[in-house]
C-alpha cells in the first residue's frame, strides 16, 4: 500500500504576510521558495473559495531550500482578524513538530520576532539526548522544537542540519483517538510507533489538567521519517476556531508530500475537523 | 551551584574561602577544646601532684597566656605544624595523615557500595513512581533513612560476625573485614541517594521532551537509561559532594564501633583525653577535605556541563 508522507508543509493563515514571512526568516533561517498568490485549483482555495487570488509566502528550512523543499511552512494572508488559535488548547492540527539545533539559544531569537513561549527548555546536563521546547507562531500556530542528539528507536532521526530544519512531526489533537488513529494507520500503511499514557507538563499548564494528570498520546510513522501523533485530548475539548469561509487558525492545513494514499491537491477533513491534503 | 566564571577564577575564589573557613574553624576549635578542662591535668592523670601538672603544662606551654598561646597556634598552623601528641609524642598532623588512608579507603568503598546500590533502586523508583509496588518501597526507603548508622552496623556484626561468623568485625585485616564498616558507612548514604534519583527520575520522565521520545517509538529502556537516568545522575553526583561531611561524621562512628584504624577511632580518642594537638589537626585535616571535595564537585559540573559554565539556568 503506498504509504502517506512525508510533511511537505504545514499551511498557517495570517494576517500580515510581510511580518509573518520576516519573522520566519529572520527567526527560523527560513527561505522564501515561492511567493505565487493562490490559484483557483489551491488547497486552500478549495477550503476558502474568497481565498482565491490570496497572497502568500513558502518558507522551507535552509538545507531544503535546494532539495526537496520538505518540511517548511506555507503562510497564507487573509483579510480581517484572526480568530485566536488558542494553541494547544483545541481539537485539530496541535503543533507542527521541528527538528532544532539548540532550543536554549533559538528560543529569546525567536521571542524577539514575536514568537511566544508555551514550555521552556530546561537545562538538565550537559548532553541530553532530546530536549525540546513548545511556542506559539506569530499567529498562534502550535510549534514543537526538538533538539534530538541521539534517539535509538524505530525511526531514523537526526540532529538538525541548521538552526531549525524540517518539520518530522504532524501533531493532531482528538477526543476520540482509536478512531482518529484507525483513519491515518488505514491511509498511512504502516504500523503505528507508539501508543503511552505520559505526562506532558506543557498540556497541563495549557489545558488546566491536574499536576500529574497524564495525556495519551500515539503516533502513527509516515513516510520521510515523519510522524502523525494523536494526543488525545479531554472530552469537552472545543475545535479550532474557524470562521466561515476561511481557513482554521493555527496550523490550518497539513501537505503530505509522495504517493499519498487516498489523497489529493484537495483537502480532505479529517476525523477531528482538521484538513490534509496531498502536495501537488 | 553558582553560575558564570572561568574555571580558573572559581579555583582561586574557592582558595580564598578555604582559608577563611581553616581559620575560622582553627580559632573555635582552640578555645573550644580549652573550655573543656585542664590538658595538663588531665595528661598528668588523677593521681598528679600540682608539682607534676605544672611541669607538663611548661612542657607544652600551656603555663602561657591564652592569648600567647594562641598567636603560637596561628604560626603553627600557617606552617602546618600542630605540634605532637600530648600522648604518644609524634608529630599530630602526621599521626592524622597516617590514618587518613584508611578512612579514605572506607570512604571509597562506602561510596562505590552506594552507587551501585541507589542507582539501580532509584532508577526503578522513579520511573514509575504511581505503582503500587514503588509507592511499598519509597515508603520502606522512607523508614530505611530513620535508622542510625551505627544501629545497622550493630546489626551486621550481629548477623554476619556473632551468628554466621562469616566475616570479622575488627580493625582491617584484609577485604573481609572491609565488607561491614563499608556497609555500615554507606547505609548512611544509600537511602538519601535512593530517594534523590528516584525524584530525579520522576522529574525527568515528566519532562515534555518524553513526548516526543515516546512519539517516535522510544522504549521503557531507552527512555530510561539514554534520557531520564543520566540527568538524573548529574543532581545525585551533586548531593555526593555536599553529603561527603556527613560521610565523615558517619566515619567516626563506624570506626569506633569496628575498631578501624582509621582518623575517625583516632580522633574519637583525642577528644577524649584532650589531647589538643591531634584533635586539632584532625578537624583541619577534616575540614579542608570536605571543602576540597564539595570545590571539586562543583568544579567538575563547570566542566561537565557547559550550561552551569555559562550561567543558563531556567
Redesign the interface.
Given at each position: 500500500m503506498a504509504t502517506l508522507g512525508p510533511i511537505h508543509s504545514v499551511t498557517v493563515a495570517t494576517a500580515d504576510l510581510a511580518a509573518s514571512v520576516a519573522a520566519y526568516r529572520a527567526g527560523c533561517g527560513f527561505v522564501t521558495v515561492d511567493e505565487a498568490p493562490l490559484s483557483a485549483d489551491a488547497s486552500e482555495v478549495a477550503l476558502a473559495p474568497m481565498l482565491e487570488g490570496a497572497a502568500t509566502a513558502w518558507l522551507v528550512p535552509a538545507p531544503e531550500a535546494a532539495g526537496t523543499r520538505l518540511g517548511g511552512i506555507r503562510l497564507v494572508e487573509v483579510t480581517g482578524p484572526l480568530p485566536d488559535a488558542a494553541p494547544l488548547r483545541s481539537l485539530g492540527w496541535a503543533a507542527a513538530e521541528f527538528s532544532v539545533q539548540d532550543p536554549d539559544r533559538l528560543v529569546p531569537k525567536l521571542e524577539a520576532e514575536g514568537f511566544t513561549l508555551l514550555g521552556a527548555p530546561r537545562a538538565l546536563g550537559s548532553d541530553p539526548a532530546i530536549r525540546a521546547c513548545q511556542m506559539a507562531g506569530p499567529n498562534g500556530e502550535g510549534l514543537y522544537l526538538t533538539d534530538i542528539r541521539a534517539y535509538r528507536g524505530p525511526m531514523s532521526l537526526h540532529r538538525a542540519r541548521a538552526a531549525v530544519d524540517r518539520c518530522f512531526i504532524a501533531v493532531l489533537a482528538t477526543d476520540a483517538l482509536e478512531d482518529t488513529r484507525a483513519v491515518y494507520e488505514a491511509r498511512s500503511g504502516a504500523s503505528r510507533v507508539s501508543d503511552r499514557e505520559i505526562e506532558i507538563p506543557v498540556l497541563q499548564a495549557r489545558l488546566g489538567l491536574a499536576d500529574g494528570a497524564t495525556t495519551r498520546i500515539s503516533s502513527v510513522a509516515i513516510g520521510g521519517d515523519c510522524l502523525v501523533e494523536i494526543d488525545a485530548y479531554p472530552a469537552g475539548t472545543p475545535a479550532r476556531p474557524m470562521a466561515a469561509g476561511r481557513l482554521p487558525a493555527g496550523v490550518g492545513l497539513v501537505r503530505f508530500a509522495g504517493a499519498s494514499h487516498g489523497l489529493t491537491a484537495a483537502p480532505t477533513r479529517g476525523a477531528r475537523g482538521e484538513w490534509l491534503a496531498r502536495a501537488a | 551551584m553558582t553560575g558564570g566564571g572561568s574555571v580558573l577564577g572559581v579555583l582561586a575564589k574557592r582558595a580564598g574561602e578555604l582559608a577563611i573557613l581553616l581559620f575560622a574553624i582553627t580559632t573555635l576549635l582552640f578555645f573550644l577544646l580549652r573550655l573543656g578542662g585542664d590538658p595538663a591535668a588531665v595528661l598528668a592523670g588523677e593521681e598528679a601532684d600540682p608539682d607534676q601538672v605544672a611541669l607538663i603544662s611548661a612542657r607544652y606551654g600551656l603555663d602561657q597566656p591564652l592569648w600567647w598561646q594562641y598567636l603560637r597556634y596561628l604560626v603553627s598552623i600557617v606552617t602546618l605544624d600542630f605540634g605532637e601528641s600530648l600522648r604518644g609524642g609524634q608529630a599530630a598532623l602526621t599521626l592524622v595523615l597516617d590514618r587518613l588512608g584508611s578512612t579514605l579507603l572506607l570512604a571509597f568503598l562506602a561510596l562505590a557500595i552506594t552507587a551501585a546500590l541507589s542507582i539501580p533502586i532509584g532508577a526503578w523508583l522513579g520511573f514509575r513512581p504511581?505503582r503500587g509496588d514503588r509507592r511499598a518501597a519509597n515508603a520502606l526507603v522512607f523508614i530505611l533513612q530513620g535508622i542510625p548508622g551505627y544501629i545497622v552496623g550493630l546489626l551486621l556484626i550481629q548477623l554476619f560476625v556473632v551468628e554466621l561468623r562469616w566475616l570479622t568485625s575488627i580493625g582491617n585485616q584484609g577485604v573481609s573485614s572491609w565488607i561491614l564498616p563499608s556497609l555500615t558507612l554507606a547505609s548512611f548514604l544509600v537511602p538519601k541517594m535512593v530517594r534523590v534519583l528516584a525524584a530525579n527520575v520522576a522529574e525527568?520522565?515528566?519532562?515534555?521532551?518524553?513526548?516526543?521520545?515516546?512519539?517516535?517509538?522510544?522504549?521503557d529502556v531507552?527512555l530510561l537509561f539514554?534520557?531520564a537516568l543520566?540527568?538524573a545522575l548529574?543532581g545525585a553526583t551533586a548531593l555526593i559532594g555536599t553529603q561527603f561531611a556527613f560521610l565523615m561524621s558517619g566515619s567516626l562512628i563506624t570506626e569506633w564501633i569496628f575498631a578501624w584504624p582509621g582518623f575517625g577511632a583516632l580522633l574519637v580518642a583525642s577528644v577524649e583525653q584532650l589531647d589538643f594537638p591531634v584533635v586539632q589537626a584532625a578537624v583541619f585535616v577534616i575540614a579542608g577535605l570536605v571543602f576540597l571535595v564539595n570545590a571539586g564537585t562543583d568544579i567538575l559540573f563547570r566542566v561537565?556541563?557547559?550550561?552551569v559554565r555559562a550561567g543558563?539556568?531556567?
Open positions: - | 504511581d525527568a520522565m515528566r519532562e515534555d521532551y518524553i513526548r516526543t521520545a515516546r512519539a517516535t517509538g522510544a522504549s531507552e539514554r534520557h543520566p540527568n548529574l561537565i556541563d557547559p550550561r543558563a539556568t531556567r
